[in-house]
């Protein structure tokens, strides 16, 4: 997930590229990233400096599940 933290930007859909997809038991079908991944998003507005916070949940191999990250 990626928001501004100015409410004169708004951030559109996040655009993913294709990841691995994995079955998981507590989330359903997903997709999985093993490497570095770049995100997309338009932006309406305008902010100087632009502020933006991300998060995101990763996992390590079939055990663990990290909680999601956040600032």
Request: net charge negative; charged share 30%; aromatic share 8%.
């Amino acid at each position: 997930k990626v928001r501004s933290l100015d409410p004169a930007v708004q951030v559109g859909p996040l655009t993913l590229p294709a990841g691995k997809p994995k079955e998981d038991e507590y989330f359903g079908r997903t997709e999985v990233y093993y490497e570095e991944v770049v995100a997309e998003a338009a932006l309406t507005g305008d902010a100087d400096p632009l502020e933006l916070e991300g998060a995101y949940q990763g996992c390590k191999d079939e055990s663990i599940r990290y909680p999601p990250q956040q600032p």
